[in-house]
């Protein structure tokens, strides 16, 4: 059964920077995206980015794209989250995802493992 673990979450200024990761492990078959997810209080699941399983394809949404970076040593690793220029906006619980089909999609519905989520919250 595959397991997700998201670490680094935590109290942090406007301006400031996280670097959240994602460790994966049961996994007993090939899996080719992971994606990071973000959901505020009171709304929809948004869609931050999105990473191949090779590392080599990233996608990122526009609201967090120049701020925002994946990155993975490799299969083996967690892969990272790392946040910079956080702003109040940016306040959620961020939560991994896996998906089996290949592509960094921003589509929640195309991944079937999630982790439980590392939540963010921004002092002013």
């Known amino acids: 059964q595959v397991q997700l673990v998201e670490a680094g979450g935590g109290l942090v200024q406007a301006g400031g920077s996280l670097r959240l990761s994602c460790a994966a492990s049961?996994?007993?078959?090939?899996?080719?995206?992971m994606g990071w997810f973000r959901q505020a209080p009171g709304k929809e699941r948004e869609f931050v980015a999105a990473?191949?399983?090779?590392?080599?394809?990233?996608h990122y949404a526009n609201a967090v794209k120049g701020r925002f970076t994946l990155s993975r040593d490799n299969a083996q690793h967690p892969v990272y989250l790392q946040m910079n220029g956080l702003t109040p906006p940016d306040t959620a619980v961020y939560s991994c995802?896996?998906?089996?089909?290949?592509?960094?999609?921003?589509?929640?519905?195309?991944?079937?493992?999630w982790g439980p989520g590392t939540p963010v919250p921004l002092s002013s």
């Open positions: 995802a896996l998906s089996p089909s290949y592509g960094a999609s921003p589509v929640p519905g195309w991944y079937d493992s």
């Open positions: 990473v191949t399983w090779s590392g080599h394809n990233t």
């Open positions: 049961g996994l007993s078959f090939r899996r080719d995206a």
